[in-house]
Nanobody, 124 residues
Framework: QVQLVESGGGLVQAGGSLRLSCVAS????????MGWFRRAPGKEREFVAA????????RYADSVKGRFTISRDNAKNTVYLQMNSLKPEDTAVYYC?????????????????WGQGTQVTVSS
């Protein structure tokens, strides 16, 4: 089993920044991808960003490109999401996900493990 624990959410004014963290523990894989998804009130869960753990390649949703940065710390088994220039429409519960994937995918059901989520609220 894999356990994912997110932290770093909170309330911030528009234009501000937050950094989310997700620590992975438990079972390991030879190749895997970690991603961030979010679910806003009344909306479907959507892809935000992902990183290939072995290669370090990244992918972003168009809505966050240039504002969000995903990164990893191999030694700490931690993935980060640095969120800058936050907008009210970024308000959502953010979920960390891990999939035994050799390539990045934006499809949420391809990820087999999920964290409990952390709330991000951006006020206008």
């Amino acid at each position: 089993q894999v356990q994912l624990v997110e932290s770093g959410g909170g309330l911030v004014q528009a234009g501000g920044s937050l950094r989310l963290s997700c620590v992975a523990s438990g079972r390991t894989f030879n190749t895997y991808t970690m991603g961030w998804f979010r679910r806003a009130p009344g909306k479907e869960r959507e892809f935000v960003a992902a990183i290939s753990w072995r290669l370090g390649s990244t992918r972003y949703a168009d809505s966050v490109k240039g504002r969000f940065t995903i990164s990893r710390d191999n030694a700490k088994n931690t993935v980060y999401l640095q969120m800058n220039s936050l907008k009210p429409e970024d308000t959502a519960v953010y979920y960390c996900a891990l999939g035994a994937l050799a390539q990045i995918t934006t499809v949420d059901h391809a990820y087999g493990y999920w964290g409990q989520g952390t709330q991000v609220t951006v006020s206008s």
